[in-house]
């Protein structure tokens, strides 16, 4: 088990800069995910902690010990890839015993490994096969357990999941959070679905252009999102974002205004009246009503019209128009509303949001 420090972490290749200036610390026995679109850095980030990237700046260290430039055997990492590449002609036991091979481990010692790994992942009666005789979810268990049967300090994967088809990537999740619990190591993991990172992280990383946006627990970050960009990647459908002005305690948009609750208008406070701003509210908190409703407290009522309805089977996404802006609503199932009808769409304030002209949360 182990921790992992990024100090000032920084990777170019060449001119263009993959990664700057990262600054984390991921806790022994911690299960961190990075976060983020194609291209944001974060297998470059992987990569430097499993010594297949060099680092261009900063330092990182595991356990105390900088690892910049210590060899990738040396580090006492393992790293699971999207494709893992599993030797066809070995049987799954020569597969997951190979690790211990190739560092001359007695050969009854490695039959006693590969039997206690195979069994931690379910793959005990597949011993003798060969890769091709194998289901895809099958084959990435196997990749697991050759990496894991050198008992690594620390897990790195990336994109592990994303080959599989999406029951299998469910279940796959599942068992990956289990080995975790049994195993307790500590974790980096790399996706750029944001289901898997709420679903297993203990803190998620937020990436954008190779710099490191936020930083926390699941739900908080989803709480409390600490810019526009980190708003709109975590929820789906995305997150509400009509961009106005503020007045005293109103915001202003395009053909609507909206009453600031305290909680806003508090953060509101911090940027001068006249501002260009962004309201955010998850399609989750807004309600779409047929007639006329009050408002009250934190809730505002505006009038709309729809104009797309989608069933999704456990929710209806309601699109709606008021002025000549467009609000997302995930509303009850079975909502007996259709396109071009006129409706009350009840904003709930309480967990929105105002972002500055720079895209930050105003009120972090
Ligand atoms: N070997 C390389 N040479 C040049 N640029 C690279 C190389 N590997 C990655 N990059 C660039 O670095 C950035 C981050 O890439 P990467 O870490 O793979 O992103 P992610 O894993 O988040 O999709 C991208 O702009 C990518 O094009
Ligand atoms: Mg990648």
């Known amino acids: ?33 990075l976060l983020g679109p194609s291209g944001c850095g974060k297998s470059t980030l992987l990569k430097m902690v499993a010594g297949l990237e060099d680092v261009t700046a900063g330092e990182i260290r595991i356990d105390g ?15 699971v890839f999207q494709n893992y590449a599993l030797y066809p002609h070995m049987t799954v036991q020569e597969n997951i015993g190979f690790p211990l091979k190739m560092t001359k481990v007695p050969k009854d010692q490695i039959r006693e490994r590969v039997t206690r790994t195979a069994a931690i992942l379910g793959l005990d009666g597949l011993l003798d096969r060969r890769p091709e005789q194998l289901s895809g979810g099958q084959r990435q268990r196997v990749a697991l ?23 299998l990537r469910v279940q796959t999740r599942e068992e990956l959070l289990k080995l975790h619990e049994r195993l307790q190591t500590t974790t980096i993991y790399v996706t750029h679905d944001q289901i898997e990172a709420m679903t297993m992280g203990h803190r998620i990383v937020v990436m954008r252009s190779g710099v490191v946006q936020q930083v926390g627990r699941p739900q908080d970050v989803y709480d409390n999102p600490a810019n526009t960009f980190v708003a709109a990647f975590l929820g789906s459908p995305r997150i509400n974002l009509q961009t106005g002005k503020l007045d005293g305690a109103t915001f202003g948009g395009d053909g609507f205004v909206v009453p600031l609750n305290s909680k806003l208008a508090g953060a509101a406070s911090a940027v001068t009246a006249g501002s260009d701003v962004a ?21 505002i009522a505006l009038d709309g019209v729809v104009s797309l309805v989608e069933p999704v089977g456990s929710d209806l996404y309601v699109r709606a128009q008021t002025g000549n802006v467009d609000w997302m609503a995930r509303t009850e199932a079975r909502l007996p509303v259709e396109p071009g009808q006129a409706v009350t769409l009840v904003l709930n304030l309480e967990h929105a949001h105002l972002f500055g002209e720079d895209g930050r949360n105003l009120a972090s």
């Open 279 to 299: 309201l955010g509210v998850r399609p989750e908190d807004i309600e779409v009503r047929v007639g006329a409703v009050e408002a009250s407290g934190d809730k």
């Open 1 to 33: 088990m182990a921790q992992v420090e990024f100090i000032q972490v920084g990777k170019s290749y060449g001119e263009t800069g993959a990664v700057h200036n990262v600054n984390l610390t991921v806790d022994d026995s911690e299960f961190l995910v």
């Open 65 to 79: 010990r900088v690892v910049n430039y210590v060899k990738p055997g040396d580090r006492n990492v393992a790293m």
């Open 145 to 167: 357990a050759r990496s894991i049967i050198r008992e690594p300090a620390v897990f790195l994967m990336d994109e592990p999941l994303s080959n599989l088809d999406a029951q």
